[in-house]
């Protein structure tokens, strides 16, 4: 049964579509995404065959890797605790 669309979702599905069709005809698509931390460069893969696509996100952080691993050792299980709660 025919759907009505509101314009922005018309644009919407058309990006999605226009997204799907270079993926399709490259074998190899790189895209790069909106981050919504400016210090964040995201991107968006695909490799011609695969069903999945890859989101990359990379930055640069001003600690050792021993920092780093203890942050997110002690972060995590208070999302996870915060996650539950909901």
């Known amino acids: ?29 790189s895209k790069n995404l909106a981050s919504p931390d400016v210090r964040v460069n995201m991107n968006l893969l695909h490799i011609d065959g695969e069903g999945l ?15 780093c691993v203890a942050f997110e050792f002690y972060l995590d299980p208070k999302r996870e605790r915060k996650a539950r709660e909901k």
């Open 53 to 67: 696509a890859t989101g990359m996100a990379t930055t640069v952080a001003d600690a050792s890797v021993e920092e």
């Open 1 to 29: 049964e025919p759907q009505e669309y509101s314009a922005g979702e018309e644009r919407i599905i058309s990006e999605g579509k226009e997204f799907y069709e270079k993926c399709k005809a490259r074998k190899k698509f």
